[in-house]
C-alpha cells in the first residue's frame, strides 16, 4: 500500500514541476526542474565525496510533518553491494536509501521520504549530475537486504536514489517519454 502511496506523491511531485509552462526568467532552480529527467546511462567517473555531501545537506533540508525529520539516509559507494541492490549500476555510481521508521502510525514518513528525495534528486541534477529514483526494488531491499546495506535498526526503505555522472555521448532527454500537457493534469476552479 505505503509503495503506491509514495509512487503517487513522486509522481505528483515530478509531474506538478516538470509541467510548468512559463519561461524561467533566468532562475536557476527553475532551470534545473525544467531541464531534468531520470538519467539511465551513467560513466564511471565516481561521484565526489563533497557532491555526495552537498546532495545529502539537501535532502535534511526537506520539509517534513511537524519538522520532525524522522528519515534516516544511507549512502552506499561500495560497487559490489550497490549491484546487490540495484543489478543495472556500474562503478562510480552511487545509492542513497532513504528510510523512515518502521510501524509510523502517523502516516507522514512516505511523504516526507519523498520530500528529502525529491530534494536529493533536483540537486545532484543541479550538480550536473544525473539521478534515478527507484521505489520497485524497495520491498526486495526489505525484505532481504536491509543487513547488507546497513540499513538502521527499526527503519525501512522508502525509496532509493542512484546517482551518477551523465553518459553525454547519449541524448537522453530528446528521447525521454513525452510529458503530459497541463490540461491533462491541471484543474482550474
Known sequence: ??????????????????????????????DVIMSGYSAKMFTAKPVSDSEIDLIIKCGMKAPSARNKQLWKFTVIKDSSIIKEAIPNTITGNILICI????????GNIDFDCAL???????AAQSLGLGAHIYTGPVNNINLTKKQLLE???GYRVVSVLKVGNIDR???????????KKPEEVVNYR
Open 169 to 179: 555521448s547519449v541524448d537522453a532527454t530528446s528521447s525521454a517519454s513525452t510529458r
Open 116 to 122: 528529502a528525495t525529491e530534494n536529493m534528486y533536483i
Open 1 to 30: 500500500m505505503y509503495k503506491k502511496s509514495l509512487m503517487s506523491v513522486l509522481i505528483i511531485l515530478l509531474v506538478s514541476t516538470l509541467t510548468l509552462t512559463s519561461q524561467s526568467g533566468g532562475n536557476q532552480v527553475i
Open 99 to 106: 528510510s523512515g521508521p518502521e510501524g509510523n502510525q502517523q
Open 151 to 153: 540499513i538502521p535498526e
